[in-house]
């Protein structure tokens, strides 16, 4: 009688893989030069600009970051304090505030861009390239289901 194989448990496999990265991140507070780990999305985000000086409003940030334009604002506060963006007014709407990188910003981009590049090259060792294709595509598809209405 063979034994009946079990599906992997991904639920616990993400948690277990996402909770590690974090302690892993917040390990190495010294690399953030400032910025939290929260804080690199934004940074990444607003670096991806086509230009430096490209500011992106609370709204478009919500929505690449997928969270509410309430959390973005008070993220945004903490890092203009701490002088990682700046608070521009937009060209054609008076009403409405764009951010965009500082020259702080920018220097915290760079060294949390160096330090995820090397947790990414530690996640991928013993893999080769067509199973970390699998994997992304498994979580890219993992993303987007659950992004979906439930059907339940």
Known sequence: MSAVK????FVFLVN???RAMMRWIEGRPAAWEGASA???G??????GRPSASDAASIGEIAAALEVAPAAVTNLSKRMEAARLVERVADPLDARMTRL???ADGM???LQAKAVLA???ARLCRGFSTEELQIVARWLEHSAAVLSEPDDS
């Open 107 to 109: 220097a915290a981009s």
């Open 6 to 9: 079990r599906a992997p448990r």
């Open 42 to 47: 934004l940074l990444f985000l607003l670096a």
């Open 38 to 40: 929260a804080q690199a």
């Open 100 to 102: 965009r990188l500082s």
């Open 16 to 18: 277990r893989a996402q």
């Open 118 to 120: 090397q947790l990414n």
